[in-house]
């Protein structure tokens, strides 16, 4: 396999492990409280902000780099961490999470499809390995309300 196939089959792999991981333990779970769901919404937010950085340098090192495409993506990570912010404070009023979460797995749906033709380090892949399962675990923890 050459280098950017290879890649795209571990993410797809790695994918494919955390949706299976997160609907099992969706059921497994007792419902979470409105508590429980605001602290990991939170831990989404505070680590989207991580990533957003991470991200930034990754990109900046990237097969894009100097391009348009590179602003678009930087732009696409803001738009992700900001959708995160919107998500929480929402929540945090209404107990509710639509349009919100939504927008949220649009943005993330995105970012995945950017992250599967742009090589990125390590450390950035792992933090957003991280963000994908708590989303997951976030949007099933709602569609069983």
């Known amino acids: 396999m050459n280098r950017i196939s290879r890649s795209t ?24 409280s409105d508590k429980d769901l605001a602290q990991r919404i939170q831990n989404l937010n505070n680590d989207s902000k991580k990533f957003q950085s991470s991200f930034n ?6 097969s894009i780099r100097k391009t348009s495409q590179e602003k678009d993506a930087k732009k696409l990570a ?11 404070d929402y929540f ?3 107990k509710k999470s639509d349009p919100y979460l939504q927008n949220t ?3 993330a749906s995105q970012l995945d499809k950017l992250q599967s033709s742009v090589q990125l380090d390590s450390t950035t892949a ?17 569609h069983a309300r």
């Open 92 to 94: 945090k009023k209404t």
């Open 105 to 107: 797995l649009d943005y």
């Open 126 to 142: 792992s933090q957003w390995t991280r963000i994908r399962t708590q989303l997951n675990d976030i949007a099933n923890a709602f």
């Open 57 to 62: 340098n990754s990109i900046s090192k990237s």
């Open 78 to 88: 803001d738009n992700f961490t900001k959708s995160t912010k919107s998500l929480l």
């Open 9 to 32: 089959f571990i993410r797809a792999a790695v994918a494919l492990l955390l949706s299976l991981t997160s609907f099992s333990s969706a059921g497994a779970q007792a419902r979470l």
